[in-house]
């Protein structure tokens, strides 16, 4: 009974979440622009996209550390760096990289008190800045957890990006243009029996791209709350709350395309788009040129005047 009333809840229940508390949320169009020449043609568009599973992330992790000398603050990074790299690399299938920002030296203001004279203020170095940065290459996405862990044992903290890869973008490439090709056939004999007329003979243009979506890119944030109105409260002193900012993961729709493999998202993915488009010359043109007078000589001859009306090119 109680899996019956649940499923009703769920079945009746239509849940669009707190994102819809943003005014006015627009979303990007995300689609594969390929312009064409106008005209009184016939254009026919196929669309696809696929959505894969990353076989394989890098994570980027920012790392500051400041000191007196230039000495004392390379120590003290490789110290925290290299404890949390020996522990990262006796994990399966991670690779670690180390990537050098910048080293920089840091000057405060000291104050020049002079009898008689205005207040100077002199910048002075004080230590020095350097910043690295890691890159940690994984296999399974709940490593990251466990790198975190590690890392933040070092007072490593700053996660930068985290980006996807896949090693069989090709094949999907591949399977989206096959796919768009069946698709295109059947749409163009559709065409023919609405239009009672083969479009095999007719001259044609075809244009095509992809467009790749990764999921750094695809992150989203929104305030969700209900405030008072201040109509009632106007003599009063306000003090507003800070409001949480939250961020989400937003995949491109597939409400556009003419098919979708793998449709269901439920992590973050690759997202690879196709487009065909091809544009077909329905008929040409008439040339027509001005009326010709031509004039026949016959064998007996006599002389006698022939009009052309129209040539067809």
Not at 22 to 29: K, T
Not at 277 to 297: A, D, R, T
Not at 305 to 311: A, D
């Amino acid at each position: 009974m109680a899996s019956f009333i649940l499923a009703k809840l769920c079945a009746g229940q239509k849940i669009s979440g707190n994102v819809n508390y943003i005014n006015e949320i627009r979303y990007p169009d995300q689609n594969i622009e390929i312009a064409f020449p106008g005209g009184k043609n016939l254009l026919v568009t196929v669309s696809g996209m696929a959505n894969i599973k990353a076989d394989s992330c890098v994570a980027v992790f920012g790392v500051l550390q400041t000191g007196k000398t230039a000495e004392e603050v390379n120590t003290l990074i490789d110290a925290r760096i290299n404890q949390s790299l020996e522990q990262i690399g006796n994990k399966t299938n991670t690779r670690v990289y180390v990537d050098m920002i910048s080293f920089v030296p840091v000057y405060e203001f000291d104050l020049d008190k002079k009898i008689f004279s205005k207040r100077t203020y002199n910048e002075l170095p004080i230590g020095f800045e350097l910043r690295k940065n890691i890159h940690i290459k994984y296999s399974n996405p709940n490593d990251l957890n466990a790198i975190i862990t590690i890392l933040s044992a070092s007072e490593i903290y700053d996660l930068v990006r985290v980006d996807y890869f896949s090693n069989n973008i090709e094949e999907i490439k591949k399977g989206l243009m096959i796919k768009a090709r069946t698709l295109m056939q059947e749409k163009l004999k559709t065409y023919q029996l609405l239009l009672g007329q083969k479009l095999d003979t007719l001259e044609k243009q075809m244009a095509d791209g992809y467009k790749a979506m990764l999921p750094v890119e695809m992150y989203r944030s929104y305030q969700a709350y209900n405030s008072s109105s201040l109509n009632a409260i106007k003599a009063k002193m306000i003090n507003q709350a800070d409001k949480a900012t939250t961020q989400y993961y937003q995949p491109v729709f597939d409400k556009e395309f003419d098919f979708v493999i793998n449709p269901v998202v439920f992590e973050p993915v690759i997202q690879v788009m196709y487009e065909i488009k091809l544009n077909i010359v329905l008929e040409k043109e008439k040339l027509v040129n001005p009326q010709k007078e031509f004039i026949l000589l016959t064998p007996n001859g006599d002389m006698k005047n022939i009009n052309l009306s129209s040539i067809r090119n």
